[in-house]
Every structure is written in C-alpha cells, then in structure tokens.
C-alpha cells in the first residue's frame, strides 16, 4: 500500500479512471493497527485494485472535506469522485471490510 503525503499527490491518485482505495489511519490509532493485521489477506485478494493510505493527522484538510471522522476508515475514489465510505464503526472485522468492497466495486 502506497503512502500519499501531499494535496498534490492525493488529487492525482483519486483522478483515476479506475476506482482507487484509500486508507485513512494514524500512527496513534489502535484500531488502525488491528486492522493492519488482517488487511494483507484482503489486499492480495483485491490486488487488481490499487491501494493507498494516509496519515489522517498529516493531511487533517482531506480528512475533513471528505467527512472522516473516525479511523480507520476506507473510502473507494473513481474519477475523483468519493464512490463510497466505510466507517471506522463498520470496519472493526475482515469480514466488515470484505463486504464494503464486494458492495461498493
């Protein structure tokens, strides 16, 4: 998973025709970890999409205009466009996780 760390480099990857997935988290965050624990299974099983993930309290602006109030949170982007959100609520399980992405791509 790919690190995004500027505006810049966010605008460009969410432009994509193709739908991109990013991650939102914090070095903080304790659920953020959990997560990290079992996203690799779910990243080789949807490794034809292309992931990346942002430190939330790096850019605090993409975080907020995008409306992620909780971490970890998923969001799918496709031409630039916000296509769906999964919560940090709803993102606790693999199983969480894996219907969002079967729902959403």
Same mark, same amino acid.
């Given at each position: 998973? @790919?690190?995004?760390?500027?505006?810049?480099? /966010? $605008?460009?990857?969410?432009?994509?025709?193709?739908?991109?997935?990013? !991650?939102? *988290?914090?070095?903080?965050?304790?659920?953020?970890?959990?997560?990290?624990?079992?996203?690799?299974?779910?990243? @080789?099983?949807?490794?034809?999409?292309?992931? /990346? $993930?942002?430190?939330?309290?790096?850019?605090?602006?993409?975080?907020? !205009?995008? *409306?992620?109030?909780?971490?970890?949170?998923?969001?799918?982007?496709?031409?630039?466009?916000?296509?769906?959100?999964?919560?940090?609520?709803?993102?606790?399980?693999?199983?969480?996780?894996?219907?969002?992405?079967?729902?959403?791509?």
């Amino acid at each position: 998973m @790919e690190s995004i760390h500027t505006i810049e480099k /966010f $605008n460009e990857t969410i432009a994509s025709e193709r739908p991109v997935i990013i !991650k939102f *988290e914090a070095d903080w965050c304790p659920d953020c970890k959990r997560m990290d624990m079992f996203i690799g299974d779910i990243l @080789e099983e949807y490794k034809g999409y292309d992931w /990346f $993930n942002i430190n939330r309290d790096e850019l605090p602006e993409i975080a907020e !205009k995008y *409306e992620v109030m909780g971490i970890p949170s998923l969001l799918i982007f496709n031409n630039g466009n916000k296509k769906a959100h999964l919560h940090s609520a709803n993102a606790k399980t693999p199983e969480e996780v894996e219907e969002f992405l079967q729902a959403s791509l």
